[in-house]
C-alpha cells in the first residue's frame, strides 16, 4: 500500500519573509545570476537588458575599475591591466597555470596562489572573481530592491579543494552569504527539472568557448552523485572559430602576416560560425591588407574543418564513460551545456553518439545559473515541496604527509560528504608542544605527485615524554568539499591551537585585509555595513529559533523554554540597541548555544521519526 | 536515537553481515534527508552543528555497511574479536604459500591475458572468503574465525590493488 506523505503545517515560513537567494554561475569566459520569480527561475538581467556578463575586470588609476561589457571592449588596448578568465588562476600557483606564456598578465610567482601585478597594485585571482560576483550581487539587490539573503555559487565538477575554498572566499569578499557550491553539471541537470523525474545515469556535455567538460552523473531517490568527470581544458569554441578562419584563409589564397589581420579573421569567423548554425552558407566580411574582403563558406566546409575537434570532446566522453564502468546505453539523458553546444554538428554528433537526441531547449549560456537558482531557493526555504536534496563526493582523496614523503589517505575519493575522520599522532621528542601537519589532495603515492593544500602546525600541546601525549586530529570535510581540522591531546583534553597555512589559497589574515582594504565596496562604511548584516543575521537566527519552538517546543522541558526565550529577548534586544556589530555577535552566538541542546533533541526526533515511519511501510 | 548508537541500529537494519545492498542505499539516503546541514540552511548555527555531526554519522555508518570488508570487521570488532591488523600478522601457512605464488605471478605478466587470470582467480578467492565470513558471523558465531578471514581478506584486496596498478601500466 502506497502512504501519502503530509508537509507538517509550520514547516513553510512566513510569506511575508519570502528570501531572496540567488544562483551564480562564475564562469571563465562570462557570468550570470539567475533567481526563482513566481515560481520560474530567470536570469537577472543588467540595465541595458544583458543576463551575460563577461568575467573580465579592468583596473583603472585611482582605484577604479570596469567590469564586463566595458572592460572586454578595452581588452585589446590594455590587455596587462585587463584581467579574463581568473577563474584558470584561482587557488592555483603560477606554474600550474597552461600556456602562461602566451597571457598579456604580469603574473608575480610567490608562495601560494599566483597574483597579478596591475596599474592598482597586486591583484589575487579571488579579488578579481569578488569584483564580478559583487556586479551580479548588486544587480540582484537592485533587480529586487532588497537585501540578498544567500547565494549559490557553482563550480566545475572536478575542482579540488584549495579552488573550491577560493571560490568561497570570493563570494565572503563580495559580501555575499554562500548557502552552498554545487557543481556546474548538477545545477544543469536541475535545471532540466531531471530531479524529480526518472532516476538514472545522465551526461552532461559542456563546449564552452575555451574549454570542454563532460561529467556523468546518477540520480537515484533525487540524489545526484558525480560519479566521473573528464574533458579537455585546452578545447572550446575558440578552437572552431580558429579551425573556419583557416578553411577562409585558404579558400581566398591567404597568408595572415599580422595580428591585426589574425585578429580581424576571427572575428568574421566567430560570426560566421553562428550565421551557419542555422543558415547553409554565408558571406561575412573582414578588413584585412588594409582593404575590406568578402569570404563565402558553406556549414559543410566549416564542418568537415571541425570534425577533428568534435571527435576529440567524443574521445573524453568515452574516457568518462570508462572511469564511469558504464555503456553509452545506460545513459538516460545527455544535458547540453555552454554556447558552443548550439552548433549543430555538435548536438548531431552527440546524438548520434549516444543514440538519443540530446537536452537543448533551455538557453546553453543561462543553464547552469538556471539550476543553481532552483537550488539556492530551495535552501533559504522558500520551497515549500523542498525535496530537493543534493548529495556529493569529495572529487580526490585527502590525505597527510608521513615520513619519506608519503601519502597517507584520510578520505578517500568519492566518499560522501560531510565527512570527518580521526587520526592520532604522538610527540617524538621529551617536552615537544608542537606539531607540523601537511595535508595533500590526490591519488598518487608521493606528495610530490599530489597538490599540497594547507600546513597546519598544531600548538599548545601539553609538555610530556617523547611518545605520552595522544593528540587526536579530526579532518572534516563540509558539504562543499571544505577541509577544517581541530585537534585536542586525549589524555589532557587540552584543544591544541591551529595555525592554518593554506598552500593555494588565502589565509583568513588575508581575507581580513582585503575586506579592510574594502575594494568594490569602496565607497560604503565598512563597520555601518558590518552593523547590517549582523543585524540581518540576528533577525534571521530569531526567525528559525521561533519556527523552531513553533513545530517542537514541546520536546524541552520549561527551564529549558525559558533559557532559549531569554537568549531570544536578549538578542532582539542587542540588536536594535547595539552600535557595534561585534555585540549583536555575540547575543547571537549566545542564542545559538542555548539551543545547541535543543536543536540536537529535534534532530534526534526526525531521525527517530524517519525511521518509525519506515517500519510502518514495511509491515 | 544517538550518534553513538551502531551503524545497524541507526540504518534499523538486522545486525549480521548479510546486508542488502539496495536496502543500505535506501536508508542511506532517508537519513541523509533528515540529517543533511541544507536542510537546516536557514536555521541557525546551532542546528548546523547538529546536523553536520549527524550528517557525518550518517556517512560514516553509510561508508561502513556498504563495503563487506569494512563491514566484517565492524562486526569482529563488536563482538569482541577485533581485526588488529598492524599487530596480527599471522597467516596460515597455506594462505601465505598462495600469496607468494600470486606476487610471483604477477612479477611474471606479461599482458593482459595474464593480469586478467589473476584477477579472475582473485575474484573467486574474495567471494569463497566473503562466504565463509558470512557463514561464521550470521551462523557459526564464531567471530574470532571470521576475524582471521577478514585479514586474510585485506591480504586480498592489497594484492588486487597492485594487479590494477598493473593493468593501468599496461593501459598507458
Known amino acids: 500500500m502506497a502512504l501519502l506523505q503530509i508537509s507538517e503545517p509550520g514547516q513553510a515560513p512566513d510569506p511575508h519573509a519570502r528570501r531572496i537567494a540567488v544562483g551564480i554561475d562564475l564562469g571563465t569566459t562570462h557570468s550570470l545570476v539567475a533567481a526563482v520569480r513566481h515560481g520560474v527561475s530567470e536570469c537577472l538581467p543588467d540595465d541595458a537588458g544583458r543576463v551575460i556578463l563577461p568575467s573580465v575586470v579592468r583596473y583603472l588609476e585611482g582605484g577604479r575599475r570596469q567590469i564586463g561589457f566595458d572592460a572586454l571592449a578595452q581588452r585589446a588596448l590594455d590587455p596587462e591591466n585587463t584581467i579574463a578568465s581568473a577563474k584558470r588562476f584561482m587557488g592555483r600557483g603560477l606554474a600550474d597555470i597552461a600556456g602562461r606564456e602566451n597571457l598579456p598578465y604580469r603574473f608575480i610567482d610567490q608562495p601560494g596562489m599566483v597574483a597579478l601585478q596591475t596599474r592598482d597594485g597586486a591583484k589575487s585571482p579571488v579579488e578579481v572573481s569578488a569584483e564580478i560576483l559583487a556586479t551580479l550581487r548588486y544587480r540582484a539587490e537592485d533587480t529586487f530592491a532588497d537585501d540578498l539573503y544567500g547565494a549559490v555559487i557553482t563550480v566545475p565538477a572536478y575542482f579540488d579543494g584549495a579552488q573550491r575554498q577560493a571560490t568561497k572566499d570570493a563570494a565572503q569578499l563580495a559580501g555575499l552569504n554562500v548557502l552552498r557550491l554545487i557543481n556546474e553539471p548538477t545545477a544543469a541537470a536541475i535545471a532540466y527539472g531531471l530531479d524529480n523525474g526518472s532516476e538514472g545515469v545522465y551526461a552532461v556535455y559542456d563546449l564552452g568557448g575555451g574549454t570542454f567538460d563532460i561529467s556523468i552523473l546518477r540520480l537515484s531517490r533525487g540524489v545526484f552523485e558525480v560519479i566521473a568527470t573528464g574533458g579537455d581544458s585546452a578545447l572550446g569554441g575558440d578552437d572552431y572559430d580558429r579551425a573556419l578562419a583557416q578553411v577562409m584563409l585558404h579558400g581566398a589564397n591567404l597568408a595572415l602576416t599580422t595580428p591585426e589581420d589574425k585578429a580581424a579573421i576571427e572575428v568574421a569567423a566567430r560570426s560566421a560560425k553562428e550565421v551557419l548554425s542555422a543558415a547553409e552558407t554565408t558571406t561575412v566580411q573582414a578588413v584585412m591588407f588594409g582593404q575590406e574582403r568578402n569570404f563565402n563558406v558553406t556549414r559543410a566546409d566549416f564542418e568537415a574543418a571541425t570534425a577533428d575537434l568534435t571527435a576529440r570532446t567524443l574521445a573524453a566522453v568515452r574516457k568518462a564513460l570508462r572511469d564511469a564502468r558504464l555503456q553509452k546505453d545506460e545513459v538516460q539523458g545527455v544535458v547540453m551545456v555552454g554556447g558552443s553546444t548550439r552548433m549543430p554538428q555538435v548536438q548531431r554528433a552527440v546524438g548520434d553518439f549516444f543514440g538519443r537526441e540530446p537536452l537543448t531547449n533551455l538557453n546553453p549560456d543561462e543553464v547552469v545559473a538556471l539550476g543553481a537558482a532552483i537550488q539556492a531557493n530551495a535552501l533559504a526555504g522558500n520551497d515549500s515541496a523542498g525535496d530537493l536534496l543534493l548529495l556529493d563526493v569529495i572529487p580526490l582523496s585527502l590525505g597527510i604527509e608521513t615520513m619519506g614523503g608519503l601519502v597517507e589517505r584520510i578520505v578517500h575519493r568519492n566518499e560522501t560528504i560531510p565527512t570527518a575522520k580521526a587520526q592520532d599522532f604522538t610527540t617524538y621528542r621529551d617536552g615537544q608542544t608542537a606539531l607540523a601537519l601537511h595535508v595533500v589532495q590526490g591519488e598518487r603515492d608521493l606528495v610530490a605527485d599530489c597538490r599540497s593544500l594547507a600546513r597546519f602546525e598544531l600548538r599548545g600541546i601539553p609538555p610530556m615524554a617523547a611518545g605520552a601525549a595522544r593528540i587526536r586530529v579530526t579532518f572534516t570535510v563540509d558539504a562543499d568539499g571544505l577541509l577544517s581540522v581541530s585537534a585536542q591531546e586525549q589524555g589532557s583534553g587540552v584543544e591544541a591551537r591551529i595555525d592554518v597555512k593554506p598552500s593555494y589559497g588565502l589565509s583568513d589574515d588575508e581575507v581580513a585585509r582585503m575586506l579592510q582594504e574594502s575594494f568594490s565596496t569602496a565607497q560604503q562604511d565598512m563597520t555601518a555595513r558590518a552593523l547590517v548584516e549582523a543585524r540581518v543575521d540576528a533577525d534571521r537566527l530569531v526567525l528559525a529559533t521561533r519556527s523552531a519552538l513553533t513545530a517542537d517546543g514541546h520536546l524541552l522541558s520549561g527551564a529549558d523554554r525559558a533559557a532559549i526565550e531569554a537568549a531570544i529577548a536578549h538578542l532582539e534586544h542587542t540588536a536594535r540597541e547595539a552600535a557595534e556589530a561585534a555585540q549583536v555577535e555575540a547575543a547571537s552566538e549566545a542564542l545559538a548555544q542555548a539551543t545547541e541542546g535543543f536543536a540536537a533533541e529535534r534532530m534526534n526526533h526526525s531521525i527517530q521519526k524517519a525511521l518509525a515511519g519506515r517500519k510502518v511501510e514495511s509491515l | ?172
Request: hydrophobic share 45%.
Open chain 2, 1 to 172: 536515537m544517538k550518534l553513538s548508537d551502531s551503524d545497524f541500529a541507526l540504518f534499523a537494519v538486522p545486525e549480521q553481515f548479510r546486508q542488502d545492498r539496495t536496502q543500505i542505499d535506501a536508508r542511506w539516503k532517508e537519513l541523509q534527508r533528515e540529517a543533511h546541514p541544507d536542510r537546516f540552511a536557514a536555521q541557525g548555527a546551532a542546528a548546523q552543528r547538529v546536523a553536520m555531526q549527524w550528517s557525518v554519522r550518517v556517512n560514516e555508518a553509510y561508508q561502513r555497511l556498504k563495503d563487506p570488508l569494512k563491514r566484517a570487521a565492524y562486526l569482529c570488532e563488536m563482538r569482541g574479536a577485533p581485526i588488529e591488523a598492524e599487530n596480527n600478522t599471522a597467516m596460515p601457512a597455506a594462505f601465505l604459500m598462495q600469496q607468494m605464488q600470486w606476487r610471483e605471478a604477477l612479477e611474471e605478466a606479461e599482458g593482459e591475458g595474464d593480469l586478467q587470470s589473476l584477477d579472475d582467480a582473485l575474484q573467486v578467492a574474495r567471494r569463497e572468503l566473503l562466504a565463509d565470513i558470512e557463514v561464521k558471523l550470521d551462523q557459526a558465531g564464531d567471530a574470532p574465525g571470521a576475524s582471521g578471514q577478514v585479514r586474510a581478506l585485506m591480504f586480498i584486496e592489497r594484492f588486487a590493488h597492485d594487479v590494477a596498478s598493473r593493468f593501468e601500466q599496461l593501459g598507458q
